[in-house]
């Protein structure tokens, strides 16, 4: 590894990435780099926003390998046999699984309404009453918030437990990552706080005691890095197969676009093109889980909130990987 090069990316990360707060990168497996910045070590868990998605999709991943969902096809209503469906309200009743993983599913809303979300008891619920409407099943429509939660809803319908616990038991506790507890929201400091804070092990639940899809998990760079990995190794760790290779496979291949930013997009995984051969999770201010599968290599940042963070795909194309590509 060439000292010099790194010295200049630790010097390019405080120059211009001055949220970061901790990275990983692994090659083959074995950790070639590791540091914190803004006072954070490794101990420090950070929320990772819209990286939560794609542990969500992790998870319907272990669901379906064990039996506890069918289908990608299945309706999302055929989860929910209470939920009263409003009159001459026919789109919802058409919208799949694989819409909601695909960020294909029609909602009601042109404008999130973040406030009536937020102080609402039951965000499963808030969010069904939004599904559907006018829009078309198939298009795709990017939901980083209100859309989510209704894969959690699915997740404790259809295994029996709360999300937390089904991923502490299948996904958490395999890879030795810790999440401590739920964290519920008293007021809108607390959130903020939340936002904010570099000391809290948790994942957000609404009320009714349900974790958030989209976001609202907390994670430390290493864990991050654990993800990737067991992403890159075909869903084993430690000789056991955690998630099936399929259902890898699946998740991390195109199977939506955004058209207007010319994004791939997954199983809630972005996908790279071909020549690129890479997928990510992504999270608002900066987080990242980067792969790369032809390069073996993982790449994970935790970021300290900032609105107007800067792409961290292009940072780890130009600064990370050409110092990394050729360590052994």
Not at 260 to 271: D, E, Q, R, V
Request: charged share 25%.
């Amino acid at each position: 590894m060439n000292q010099e090069k790194v010295t200049e990316l630790e010097k390019k990360i405080n120059n211009d990435y001055s949220n970061i707060a901790g990275m990983v990168v692994l090659k083959d497996g074995k950790t070639l780099y590791e540091n914190y910045f803004n006072e954070c070590t490794a101990t420090n868990r950070i929320h990772v926003y819209s990286v939560t998605k794609s542990i969500i999709s992790i998870l319907i991943g272990i669901a379906m390998d064990n039996g506890h969902i069918k289908s990608m096809n299945q309706r999302v209503l055929d989860f929910f046999p209470d939920y009263t469906v409003k009159r001459r309200e026919k789109t919802i009743q058409n919208v799949t699984l694989k819409n909601l993983l695909t960020m294909t599913a029609p909602y009601k809303y042109k404008f999130t309404p973040y406030i009536k979300y937020f102080t609402s008891d039951d965000w499963v619920k808030f969010t069904l009453d939004l599904l559907g409407g006018r829009g078309q099943i198939g298009k795709f429509r990017y939901t980083p918030l209100i859309g989510p939660d209704i894969l959690s809803g699915i997740l404790v319908k259809a295994t029996g437990q709360s999300v937390f616990d089904f991923a502490t038991e299948n996904l958490f506790s395999p890879l030795g990552i810790t999440v401590e507890s739920n964290v519920f929201f008293h007021s809108k400091e607390e959130q903020l706080a939340f936002n904010k804070a570099k000391n809290i092990s948790g994942w957000v639940a609404d009320r009714a005691g349900v974790n958030t899809g989209g976001w609202g998990l907390t994670l430390s760079p290493t864990d991050m890095a654990k993800v990737g990995q067991l992403y890159l190794d075909g869903g084993m760790w430690n000789g056991k197969q955690i998630v099936s290779t399929r259902w890898i496979d699946e998740s991390t291949k195109e199977h939506s676009r955004w058209e207007k930013l010319n994004l791939s997009y997954g199983y809630l995984w972005w996908i790279g093109n071909d020549k690129e051969h890479g997928y990510a999770a992504m999270g608002d201010g900066g987080n990242i889980i980067y792969v790369n599968t032809k390069k073996k290599m993982v790449v994970s940042i935790a970021s300290l909130f900032n609105p107007r963070a800067k792409d961290r795909i292009e940072f780890i194309k130009e600064n990370i990987e050409p110092i990394f590509e050729n360590c052994e």
